[in-house]
């Protein structure tokens, strides 16, 4: 209780990547991992672009602190994360939630460029998302 407030509050703080499909929430996630895979590192390192694997970037041990920080996500579809954010909320109760997402540069770039191309009209049609976007989808 404060002078503001007649109770406590809770805030959980977390993270959150969602995409149009679990598969690309995962793949985009490994920018995030990359991040607290540093931490554990003590490396200071511009935020990585995904990768298509975390095999051979992590050892057993750093993976196991890096998910340890990340025990607090919601990773995936729009679906997906809403699921995830109810049984959170119903294991928690939260009543205020601050939400981060870990965009490299590079997916930064892509976002700036789309919404570009979206504000000039020049959009590609979904079905050429595998054409583009190749093997990440």
Known sequence: PSPVHDKQKVMVC???IVAESDEEAEYLATSQKQFFLNVVRNARQPLQPPVSSMDGIWHESEEAMARQMLSCSLVGSQASVADQLTRLQTQLRADELMVVSYVSDVEKQSIEKGIAQAN???????????EIYGKRL
Do not use: F, V
Request: glycine content about 8%; cysteine-free; overall charge positive.
């Open 14 to 16: 977390l993270n959150a």
């Open 120 to 130: 000039e009209g020049k959009l590609n049609p979904h079905y050429k998302a595998r």
